[in-house]
């Protein structure tokens, strides 16, 4: 988790220090608040990282196993997600969420397969009828379904 | 106008009224499992960030947006800042563009800015202050997800003092 505290920390050292060089090339009245606000940021990201390293220099703490652990369970969500999404791209909203919801109540809450057969068929009419009431558009795709 | 008034009125009525007598049942939902709630609304998600300009990168940076917000949870970072700054950055923009455009820097001396920035800056340092005195938490209270998250074993932040007045009492009670 500390590799991950620097690692951001750095970040958004770079990005402010970037903002606020960019806000320099703005016009006069233009360039004070993103300036402003790039310059505090990149102080403030600055004392967090020196504070992060003085504190590890005074107490070298063990590597959290616990936090590793959330981490691989984030990556795996994270996967679903991004397969969802990928899904929705290729096949449409509505057979990426019927295949997405079906899998992961499935595999993932261990739902039973009567359990996952209402939620879908809930989640499908809920959408649609929240669709047709309020006009909403919904993601194109490849396939255009 | 006359209908506009009631429906709203009424509308209000009708929402309040049921907010109040669903508050209980929609409170349950906070006992759902997240894995179950989670899927549920990820499709709500997407389907909202969508809406705003209905474009690919709407969902391409609600998934940033959420990645963010998981890393900021992961370093500690506090994600509520991040959002207030998110909303109010445009008016303090447009504002702060439209003041130094009248008043270039003499603005910063009048009194009531002089007024906020106090105000400001007191908060902030008793903020700053209050924060380094915080009391002891005990671990009964903090549980054990609270030692997990700090790598450190339970009971290990907690002063000898406090630990040795318990051991006190307790003898006490068995006397």
Not at chain 2, 151 to 175: S, V
């Amino acid at each position: 988790m500390r590799k991950l505290s620097y690692g951001f920390g750095i970040c958004v050292f770079v990005i402010f220090s970037a903002a606020a060089y960019a806000s320099t090339g703005f016009h006069r009245l233009a360039m004070y608040f993103p300036f402003a606000v790039a310059l505090g940021g990149a102080v403030l990201s600055a004392i967090y990282l020196i504070t992060l390293a003085l504190e590890e220099r005074q107490s070298r703490l063990p590597e959290n196993k616990e936090g590793l652990a959330e981490m691989r369970r984030a990556l795996v969500y994270l996967g679903w997600f991004l397969g969802y999404i990928l899904l929705i791209a290729i096949a449409g909203l509505v057979v990426a969420s019927v295949v997405f919801l079906a899998a992961f109540l499935y595999r993932e809450a261990r739902m039973r397969w009567w359990g996952v057969l209402i939620s879908v068929a809930g989640t499908l009419l809920v959408l649609f009828t929240i669709s047709g009431v309020m006009r909403l558009y919904w993601p194109r795709n490849l396939l255009g379904l | 106008m006359l209908t506009i008034i009631w429906t709203l009125a009424l509308a209000n009525v009708v929402g309040a009224t049921l907010c109040l007598s669903l508050s209980g049942l929609v409170s349950r939902i906070s006992l759902i499992p997240g894995k179950v709630l989670v899927p549920f609304l990820f499709v709500v998600m997407i389907v909202a960030s969508y809406q705003s300009t209905r474009h690919w990168g709407d969902i391409i940076t609600f998934v940033a947006i959420g990645l963010l917000g998981w890393i900021m949870k992961q370093v500690d970072w506090p994600r509520a800042p991040l959002i207030i700054g998110f909303v109010l950055s445009t008016p303090a923009e447009r504002y702060l563009h439209l003041s130094m455009s009248r008043y270039g820097f003499e603005w910063l001396t009048s009194p009531i800015v002089i007024g906020i920035a106090v105000a400001i800056v007191a908060i902030l340092f008793y903020g700053t202050l209050r924060g380094d005195k915080q009391p002891d938490i005990p671990d009964s209270v903090r549980g054990p997800a609270a030692d997990a998250s700090s790598g450190r074993p339970a009971g290990d932040d907690q002063p000898t003092a406090d630990r040795d007045r318990g051991k006190q009492e307790e003898e006490n009670r068995d006397a």
